[in-house]
């Protein structure tokens, strides 16, 4: 089954083409970085109108980079949500459109499960059961996978996502935007025990996150003498980039030991991040459990994750219908197995 998957949730129009039996054909991605870095973060109404403009020439260009035409697809993936709600009605209406035109079937997508599943398109892709950790810039937590649908909610942020906190802190200290390669950057020239800064919840016995502390903690040492320094600002960054990761991890290890597993994915754009993955990398070592990561180009918004996930339902004969409709919220729990 050939699968065109069409992923518009946010500030990045993502297209690919994915085939049950041979993997991924083809796969085109537009960043908006550009448009909205002089705001300091996404501006809705300019998304949803990139969004138009980029979609269906994306489209031909995945067609035509896998040497492919409409007649060739047997289906259409698009996220249904959650996300910005004006930039995922682009991709779902472009999707049903088009299925509708084709007679193909149509399946709204679940944002969060395609990162879930993203390792899946990797070579070494985990089996079920796992841990997996999802942290981006609107979302943090952490969920035990048994299968696809088959989501229990481990813990999630009380307040702002891990790489909203990336953004903010970033915008506070004047780096730019997107926030956490700006970070990130900052902190590869730092110190990151210069400053003690908290690890927000650790001690306490849950699984959910907070990173609001941490970021007033951030804005209290922006206030001191010298705070304009480029020394003082790497070394800031980089015991910010430390505590989120250390919290972070120490959250995941404490999954893996409630739940018995002994495999952790980590999906979503905070993946990307070098520190983050040579942390986990040495503790998961430590625990004896194996690690998932989806490549950095697919940890951020993508087509090929929307795609994969969208052929996994589709070929369990799951369908929608020509209402489907976009919704900016949609908890992870109320997924069901497909079929």
């Not at 949500?81 to 007679?103: E, H």
């Not at 997508?109 to 993203?118: D, I, M, N, R, S």
């Not at 908290?198 to 804005?219: H, I, Q």
């Not at 030991?257 to 952790?264: A, I, Q, V, Y």
């Amino acid at each position: 089954m050939r699968v065109l998957g069409i992923e518009t949730s946010c500030d990045e129009t993502g297209i690919a083409l994915w085939d049950d039996a041979a993997g991924l054909l083809a796969h085109r991605l537009h960043s908006q970085t550009a448009i909205h870095a002089e705001y300091g973060g996404v501006v809705p109404e300019l998304a949803s109108r990139d969004h138009i403009r980029r979609t269906a020439p994306l489209i031909e260009q995945v067609l035509a980079d896998a040497g492919l035409g409409y007649g060739d697809l047997d289906g259409v993936a698009a996220t249904a949500g959650p996300g910005l709600l004006g930039a995922l009605l682009v991709g779902l209406s472009t999707g049903k459109a088009l299925a509708f035109a084709r007679d193909l079937p149509f399946i709204g997508v679940h944002h969060l499960e395609a990162h879930l599943l993203a390792p899946a398109l990797e070579e070494r892709p985990p089996a079920f059961p796992f841990v997996a950790l999802l942290v981006s810039g609107g979302h943090t937590l952490l969920a035990e996978v048994a299968g696809v649908g088959r989501y229990r909610l481990l813990g999630q942020s009380l307040d702002d996502a891990a790489g909203e906190a990336f953004d903010k802190t970033a915008k506070l200290l004047g780096l730019g935007y997107p926030g956490g390669p700006a970070v990130a950057a900052a902190a590869a020239g730092g110190d990151p025990a210069a400053f003690d800064l908290p690890r927000p919840m650790v001690d306490k016995p849950n699984l959910d996150f907070s990173f609001s502390g941490l970021k007033t903690a951030v804005l209290n040492r922006s206030k001191e003498p010298g705070a304009a320094d480029a020394a003082f600002v790497a070394d800031l960054c980089a015991s910010f980039q430390e505590a989120v990761v250390a919290t972070l991890w120490r959250k995941s290890a404490r999954a893996l030991r409630e739940t018995g597993l002994n495999r952790l994915v980590v999906a979503g754009g905070v993946g990307a991040n070098a520190r983050l993955r040579e942390h986990f990398a040495s503790g998961a070592a430590e625990l004896g459990a194996a690690l998932h990561f989806p490549r950095p180009a697919f940890c951020t918004d993508n087509g090929a994750m929307v795609a994969h996930a969208g052929a996994l339902r589709l070929a369990a004969g799951e369908r929608d219908g020509w209402d489907r409709s976009a919704v900016a919220r949609w908890p992870l729990d109320e997924l069901r197995p497909p079929g």
